[in-house]
């Protein structure tokens, strides 16, 4: 299985797709990000072509298809801390991941990235938190999900401290979502 992974930041969900490539059996073909993400530097480390394409002044479905345009020989995409939207032509449903430190449809959306999530989790008094790997529709952290991983909110959390926590469990789901979709005929592109 060949994969694309997109990024906009640091890059650390991408790092730990490179290092379970073997694992699971899947290969990174390029990554490409939307703007000089530091993340980059571990595409550089482990010599995979990566490219930045900026939206600038462009619709989404513009900026989709070049992106897309790119990604000719992948069977998935994977969206690892990558923040435009992007248009889902009909040829890319079902084949493009994101995942997203909450347990979505709770405290997903727009603006809903980075410690803006775990703030509103603990305002809002939950208990529990987690992550979700999930299938990209046309909205925002939506679509049918593959794997999600709970964690427990406690007294004390700061929303960096819920941060950690969840993280730990994104190393695990993204791999597992792909080993899933190896292993699961029936979410076939
Ligand atoms: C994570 O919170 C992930 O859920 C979200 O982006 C953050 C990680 O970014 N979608 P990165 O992998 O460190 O760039």
Redesign the pocket.
């Known amino acids: 299985m060949k994969i694309a992974v997109f990024?906009?930041?640091?890059?650390?969900?991408?790092k730990n797709l490179i290092e379970h490539q073997d694992k699971v059996g899947f290969e990174i073909r390029l990554v490409v990000a939307d703007r000089e993400?530091p993340?980059l530097q571990y595409a550089t480390n482990a010599k995979l072509p990566f490219y930045i394409v900026r939206p600038e002044q462009r619709s989404p479905a513009a900026y989709s298809q070049e992106m897309f345009d790119l990604c000719r020989n992948v069977d998935y995409i994977c969206?690892?801390?990558?923040l435009p939207y992007l248009y889902v032509y009909r040829e890319w449903k079902n084949r493009i991941l994101?995942?997203?430190?909450s347990l979505l449809p709770a405290f997903g959306g727009k603006k809903m990235?980075?410690m803006r999530?775990h703030n509103a989790v603990i305002e809002h008094g939950c208990q529990w938190s987690g992550?979700t790997v999930h299938l990209v529709d046309h909205l925002f952290d939506h679509g049918p999900i593959l794997v999600q991983k709970i964690v427990p909110v406690q007294k004390n959390d700061t929303p960096e401290i819920l941060?950690q926590r969840?993280?730990e469990q994104?190393l695990i789901a993204y791999p597992e979502a792909l080993s899933l979709l190896q292993r699961q005929k029936n979410i076939k592109p």
């Open positions: 990024i906009s930041g640091t890059g650390r969900n991408l993400a993340g969206l690892a801390g990558f994101n995942i997203h430190p990235y980075g999530v992550c941060a969840v993280f994104e």
